[in-house]
């Protein structure tokens, strides 16, 4: 079947890491995904990671991906108040028209 | 180069009733996508787009129709509201076979209410 599962709340002090969690059902997906999502605002991709790949790391972002356990986790480095948003996971299965599957999604709220 | 556009922003229906909800994809975007959110939730699938032609589709009944215009503008439709149906409805956008990792370029979102 097809399910994406995230912690759905993340407190963190501004300047600490932030480690948001996601374990996912397909293992067919080309391509797992990060998105934001800020108060009025569409979905923006963060960054993306292909499931070949263990680790992807661009600026302050840090993807880890355990095709073993269907893990994904995304890594802020010194989160800053800005980062305060939604933060979804998604994959997107083989042989589905490129349709993403999303998880309920990880509020962070960062606080001085 | 303007990013994908939707409208309205915001919109109220009551039961029953017929709702057109509209998107601009981005230029030189063939293909559109349609997503349901709802509140505290992550957006579900509706359909896609191609060409013109529905190329994929989600859970969702045929009461959630859609039509894709030439210059690649989009419309999704839903007859005989529901309660349920209140939600975010995003419209993402892309270039079939540009991009490897498949990036889909989102809207702001139209908010319906059903009352």
């Known amino acids: 079947g097809e399910d994406v599962e995230q912690s759905l709340f993340l407190s963190v002090r501004e300047g600490d890491s932030s480690v948001i969690n996601c374990t996912y059902t397909d293992s067919s997906s080309t391509y797992l995904y990060w998105y934001k999502q800020e108060p009025g605002a569409g979905l923006q991709l963060l960054t993306y990671i292909f499931s070949n790949m263990d680790m992807k790391q661009d600026q302050r972002l840090t993807v880890l991906l355990n095709k073993k356990d269907k893990h994904l986790s995304l890594r802020i480095a010194d989160t800053q108040t800005g980062d305060s948003a939604i933060y979804f996971c998604a994959e997107s299965p083989s042989g589905g028209y490129n349709k993403l599957i999303f998880g309920a999604g990880t509020r962070l709220a960062v606080h001085p | 180069e303007t990013g994908v556009t939707q409208s309205p922003t915001h919109l109220i229906k009551t039961r029953g009733q017929q709702v057109t909800l509209r998107c601009s994809s981005q230029s030189g975007h063939n293909t559109v996508s349609w997503y349901q959110q709802a509140l505290g939730q992550g957006p579900q699938f509706i359909f896609q787009y191609y060409r013109e032609e529905e190329n994929g589709r989600g859970n969702f009944p045929p009461r959630f129709s859609g039509l894709q215009f030439p210059n690649y503008s989009s419309e999704l439709n839903v007859n005989a509201l529901e309660l349920d149906d209140s939600a975010l409805y995003l419209c993402?956008?892309?270039?079939?076979?540009?991009?490897?990792?498949?990036?889909?370029?989102f809207g702001p979102g139209t908010r319906l209410t059903v009352l």
């Open positions: 993402a956008s892309r270039s079939n076979g540009q991009g490897v990792y498949n990036e889909q370029f």
